[in-house]
Structure formats: C-alpha cells, structure tokens
C-alpha cells in the first residue's frame, strides 16, 4: 500500500481521486470505480503498489505495437483493477476483481525487480498492459524512470480514460502506446464500459502532441460498434486529428465475461473496416486476431510493396532499415 499520487481532501473526510477521468469522490473506507484506490484516515491510497498479477515476456507485436521495436521483446507487467467495466472483458479476471469481490492480489515484485528482469531477459523495455496501467500509475512511474535510465522503453497500452494531470506526470518516461477506441459514440462507451469518449479523443491528441510513438486499437464488436459510419469516424479521427501515419489496428472479437451471447465478429466486417481506412486516407490499417491474415503485413504506403510480413505475433520478413526496399519510401517505424 501506498499514498496514492493526484488527489484532494475534501469536506466530511471525503477525497477526489484525479488520475482518471472519473474524477471519483471517494468516501472514508471507501474505494473509487477501480477497486484499487481507498480512502484510508482522508489519505488515499493505491493498494496495488509493488504487487504484480503478472510478468511476462511477450513479443513487442502481441500489444500491439506493429511500428514501435519491431520484432524485439517487451517484459509485461501489470496489477489487478481497471477502471472501465467492459462487459466484453477478456482479462476480467485480473481487471474485474477488485470490483467483484474486493480481492487485491498480486506478487511482490519491486520497480528494481521489474527492469532487473527485463535486462536479465534481454527485452527491449517494459510494458504496462494486460489491466489499465494508469490506476497502477505510481508504481508504474517508479518502473518507469528507473527503466528510462537504463536504456529500456517504456509502452503502454491503456483505455485512454487518464487526466490531462496523469498523463503529464507519465509523458516525459513514455516511449510508445496503443490506445483503444473503442467506439465513437458515447452511447458504446456509458452502455459497455462505463465511461464517456471525450476523455479518450483528448489523450489519443495529446499523446500525438507529446511526440511519443501511437497505434489505436478498436475491438468490432457485432450491434455494439459494426456500422460503416462507426468505422468513418474513427478513421477520419485519426486521420485528421492524429496523423495518417498512426497505425489502426482493427481486431476480432470473441463472446467473452458479459457478451457470451454475441456471436465473433464475421471476418468480412473487419476486412471491411480496413478497407474503409485505407481509402480515407490511412498509411497503415490492420486486422488483428486473424492470424495469417494478408491484413497483418505491412505494406509500403507509396508502392504497396510487402514490407514486413507477419504471422500472428512472429515477423516472417522484415526490411530492417525502416524504408521500403522497393521504392525507398520511409515507413514510419521506431528501430531499436
């Protein structure tokens, strides 16, 4: 446990949490909508600090990251809670928890631990994933800047849900991240996840701003997000807010937690997602979890030229010195 970073006291021994966009008003012995911040004597506090739910080493590729150290390693950690509540969940049982059942578990594994073990395993950096890493952010920004300064890079994949405050303190130790959109429409983001995509729209632009390497993920959940208006929206977004250069990684979904009865999504709709982004104006626009799926590879965005051909998270070919061997166009790639 540990005094928890952006808060303030207020009247009747409450506090206001502001790390994410909740902005929760937490009462005394109470937690906020993560599950993973208490009120304590009118201090708040993370009670996940130093405790992992999970470590793993996993291919830069399985985040995704397609354009940030392609084909290196990234050691993987993360702590229970989130702060959405995704009825289509996939790590539900780590995310979720805290909310369910109170349950605040995890191994004891210090920031010192944490980049000695991605040395030891020779990653190329850490990533905060599988959870939401800003309701983890304190022990997150201790990684970080020991990290940092040891020559690893920092990524991390997160909903987006971060204050303008969280996301500063993290910016300068940040290298690469993928952020979900996951809808364009509050009406996705109330109904499926308990959360609004305002919040999510400013961070994808500051982070953008800040110069740190960005992908952008949307989950095709069918009657939830499948219309080609939904697929528009999201591709003149980052098109125009963002970048044209900003990968969008358009994945399948699989019934799982709270939407068991939803079928997977038909591989047409994403196929039809990536084409709808290719023609607005995208350089790069990917399927995900359709493993050999030509929408996988990286194609050169001037001559169309294979670049950097992928199966699942393994690289079969890559041209290593980040412009297409054909053309000589560059490809917008972070190289280690």
Same mark, same amino acid.
């Given at each position: 446990?540990? #005094?928890? $970073?952006?808060?303030? !006291? ?8 502001? $790390? ?22 009118e ?7 130093? %405790?992992?739910?999970? @470590? ?5 590729e399985? !985040? ?20 959405f ?8 049982e ?12 995890g ?5 010192? @631990? ?18 939401e ?5 304190e ?13 690893? !890079?920092?990524s ?13 303190? /993290?910016?300068?130790y940040?290298d ?14 109330? @109904? ?6 305002k ?6 632009k ?34 125009? #807010? ?13 019934? &799982?937690?709270?939407l068991?009865?939803?079928? &997977? ?6 196929? %039809? &997602? ?30 169309? @030229?294979? /670049? ?21 166009? %560059?490809?917008?790639?972070? $190289?280690?």
């Open positions: 446990m540990k #005094e928890a $970073l952006l808060y303030k !006291k207020l009247k009747n021994k409450e506090v206001q949490c502001n $790390l994410c966009s909740h902005r929760c008003t937490i009462l005394p012995d109470k937690r906020g909508i993560c599950g993973v911040r208490e009120n304590k004597a201090k708040l506090h993370s009670l996940v600090y130093g %405790k992992a739910c999970a @470590e793993h080493v996993d291919p830069i399985k !985040k995704p990251l397609f354009h940030f150290l392609p084909g290196t390693t990234s050691l993987s950690v993360a702590t229970v809670g989130c702060n509540r995704c009825k289509n969940c996939q790590n539900w780590t995310a979720q928890s805290p909310k369910e059942n109170g349950q605040i578990w191994e004891d594994l210090s920031p010192e @631990e944490i980049v000695k073990h991605a040395k030891e395993q020779k990653c190329h950096g850490v990533s905060y994933t599988y959870t890493p800003t309701i983890f952010i022990y997150a920004l201790d990684t970080m800047k020991l990290a940092k300064a040891e020559g690893l !890079k920092n991390w994949v997160t909903n987006g849900f971060m204050t303008k405050e969280a996301f500063e303190l /993290v910016a300068p940040l690469g991240v993928n952020c979900d959109l996951k809808s364009f429409t509050d009406k996705v983001y109330q @109904e499926n996840c308990g959360a609004r995509v919040p999510v729209l400013e961070t994808l500051r982070i953008k701003k800040a110069g740190i390497w960005l992908e952008v993920t949307t989950l095709i959940i069918p009657t939830l997000n499948d219309k080609e208006e939904e697929y528009k929206n999201i591709a003149s977004f980052i098109k125009n #807010e963002l970048g044209p250069e900003v990968p969008w990684h358009i994945s399948q979904f699989y019934p &799982a937690y709270k068991m009865d939803l079928p &997977a999504t038909p591989v047409e709709a994403i196929h %039809k &997602a990536r084409d709808i982004g290719k023609k607005m104006g995208l350089k790069y626009v990917y399927t995900g979890n359709l493993p050999g799926d030509e929408g996988e590879n990286t194609y050169c965005p001037k001559c169309d @030229e294979l /670049v950097i051909e992928r199966l699942g998270y393994s690289i079969k070919r890559f041209d290593k010195d980040g412009k297409c061997s054909k053309c000589g166009e %560059k490809l917008d790639l972070i $190289l280690k």
